[in-house]
């Protein structure tokens, strides 16, 4: 009973260190929505809607490489080292948008600051769940996602205390910045108790090393079983090249490609980001003031949490793709309710409150059905040699799409106004919907290994359809 609970007391020790990573990420994210309205004044950055929108998103522009370079890297070297070093840039970005003195400077260390943030959103999904165990994955991987919107809502809260505090002290966003610093620290600390994935281990060929990995986070017999398991798929993986794109030239390869970047991109066109970055502005174009609308702002940080939560339970209990379309459908309802509103309510005294209250829906389905099927789903599907680069990839194309909405959120709504703005959103919504009733595939209640094994089946039994029509 004993080696047990040491068992999950260890699995919980490498998961809370590993998610620090996504509360840097949440952190990093979040803290631009109250800083903004601050750095904007013209005695401090002098931001135009335009490079309100490259400040912004050059955090996400980062993040897109960060996702793609640092998958590959973590392909390489390891999970774990990379997680290391990525706390490094965590904190010298972080101190580096702090002091920044002009735009320029500022955006240069909000990129380095996203190389750091996407290396973590890749990495981080995809280390908790090659250690995890099977019936735990969807839990242990969605933490990261709790973890993230713990980070906004710390953000959030910060944001709303310095600002409501030291309104009049203008260069208050610089406090919100360098708070950063601190959960890059630990992050940096905690991983130094954290071994390494024992399924990247045995994929370079440290088996003994890869086993005791194992014996520390499963018992004896299981550990034995599982490290079994890994020793065939590494073996079948051994007989291909070394990883690169090329591998995704194989059909069932460039299928889980495909279906990796269409969730992805899912994620994003939902359009939950123009509330996460712009959640300030969306209320004070409401009609809330500054110091009212960061106050308002916690309420979406809360619902996050909360969601995640009920999320965290529920791929526990449901299948992955119901979920999803449910989530989607929800935040697609909640975007075309603030677009009619916006209109119908324009200038009442009651549409602030309106658009805080369907914001706050529109985070619940979000952040508990489509946030963290998302980020499972992307850690699940590849195989071994390709999941760095594979993952790596699919998030690739979730920043640049985050990167593209970022940049052009403050302008839309400059120019356009919000009921327009979100009325794109609602038809992405529909698109997304579309993708995943069509596309995506169930992965709950299976191992790594077993979902390998079930696309290449897929694909053979494919391969030999297309060889009977041929025939005839």
């Known amino acids: 009973m004993k080696k047990s609970i040491n068992h999950k007391m260890y699995l919980q020790i490498i998961m809370v260190s590993a998610t620090f990573g996504g509360l840097l990420f949440g952190y990093d994210t979040g803290v631009i929505n109250g800083a903004l309205p601050f750095m904007e004044r013209p005695d401090q950055l002098n931001l ?33 080292k990379m997680i290391l070093n990525l706390s490094f840039l965590f904190l010298l970005a972080s101190l580096g948008t702090a002091f920044a003195p002009n735009v320029s400077i500022m955006v240069v260390f909000r990129f380095l600051l996203g190389l750091a943030v996407g290396g973590a959103s890749s990495m981080v999904p995809a280390f908790l769940a090659e250690m995890a165990p099977h019936e735990k994955r969807g839990r242990m991987v969605t933490m990261n996602e709790f973890m993230i919107v713990g980070g906004q ?31 890059a620290l630990i992050l940096f600390v905690s991983m130094l108790v954290v071994p390494e994935s024992p399924r990247w281990l045995a994929s370079k060929g440290k088996n003994t090393e890869a086993l005791r990995v194992l014996k520390q986070i499963r018992d004896e017999k299981r550990a034995k079983a599982e490290f079994q398991e890994i020793e065939a798929a590494v073996k079948k993986d051994s007989e291909l090249e070394k990883a690169s794109l090329k591998d995704f030239s194989a059909p069932w390869l460039r299928r889980i490609l495909l279906i990796g970047i269409g969730i992805a991109m899912v994620n994003q066109i939902t359009g939950v980001n123009s509330i996460m970055y712009y959640g300030t502005q969306i209320l004070e ?43 989607l459908s929800g935040t697609t309802t909640a975007l075309f309710l603030i677009a009619i509103f916006s209109m119908v309510l324009d200038g009442s005294a009651a549409l602030p409150y309106v658009v805080l209250s369907l914001t706050v829906l529109f985070l619940a389905f979000m952040q508990g059905c489509v946030g963290p099927v998302t980020w499972l789903v992307i850690a699940e599907i590849f195989p071994q040699r390709l999941r760095g680069l594979g993952s790596g990839i699919s998030i690739f194309f979730l920043w640049i799409i985050n ?40 992965t709950n209640g299976r191992t790594l290994e077993e979902l390998e094994e079930h696309f290449r089946s897929q694909s053979n039994k494919g391969d030999k359809r297309d060889s009977i029509v041929k025939a005839r």
Do not use: Q
């Not at 809502?153 to 601190?182: E, Q, S």
């Not at 593209?404 to 529909?430: D, N, Q, R, W």
């Open 48 to 80: 135009t809607p335009v490079t309100e929108g490259l400040v912004t998103s050059s955090l996400l522009l980062g993040a897109a490489f960060g996702a793609l370079i640092c998958g590959r890297l973590a392909d390489r070297y390891g999970r774990r």
């Open 403 to 442: 990167f593209v909405i970022g940049f052009a959120f403050p302008i839309l709504l400059s120019s356009v106004g919000l009921s327009a703005t979100f009325f794109v959103f609602v038809a992405l919504g529909l698109l997304g919907i579309g993708f995943v009733y069509k596309f995506m595939p169930e």
């Open 153 to 183: 809502l710390l953000a959030y809260v910060f944001n709303a205390i310095l600002g409501v505090t030291m309104a009049d002290t203008g260069h208050v966003w610089r406090y919100m910045l360098v708070l950063c610093a601190i959960p």
């Open 285 to 327: 174009e409401s009609g809330f003031g500054t110091k009212a609308a960061l106050i308002a702002n916690i309420a979406n940080g809360l619902i996050s949490v909360i969601a995640v939560v009920v999320g965290i339970w529920l791929v526990g209990k449901v299948n992955r793709r119901p979920m999803l379309i449910i989530g």
